[in-house]
């Protein structure tokens, strides 16, 4: 069976990237980390723009990706870091085909 995932991109305004970064890590990385709603996850930093990041999730199911979307925390960090951002993130919903080192 497929896993849905998601690419998101995200633009900050300038010179805030870092400072996301620590909103982040306060609100998301715990929950990422002892969770086991994700098989995988990647925060990455663009290399061409200073204000923008990457974030991949790939889910155990669609019904972890849904509840993690709907969790409390998760509109808490938003709540703090979308005065930081530069629009809305863009969000690509996926189903995972194929992967190296992790089952899909």
């Keep these: ?26 609100h998301l990385k715990p929950r990422v980390q002892d969770g086991d709603t994700q098989d995988a996850y990647f925060y990455c930093y663009d290399l061409q723009d200073p204000n923008t990041f990457y974030i991949f999730e790939l889910y155990a199911s669609q019904d972890a990706m849904e509840a993690n979307s709907k ?10 870091a ?3 951002l530069d ?18």
């Excluded at 629009?87 to 899909?104: D, H, L, R």
């Design 1 to 26: 069976m497929s896993k849905p995932a998601l690419f998101i991109k995200t633009r900050c305004q300038p010179g805030k990237r870092d400072e996301v970064r620590r909103l982040w890590e306060q």
């Design 82 to 84: 979308g005065p930081l």
């Design 71 to 80: 969790a409390p925390w998760f509109w808490e960090y938003m709540q703090a």
């Design 87 to 104: 629009g809305q993130p863009e969000v690509g919903m996926t189903t995972a085909v194929w992967g190296k080192g992790i089952p899909v």
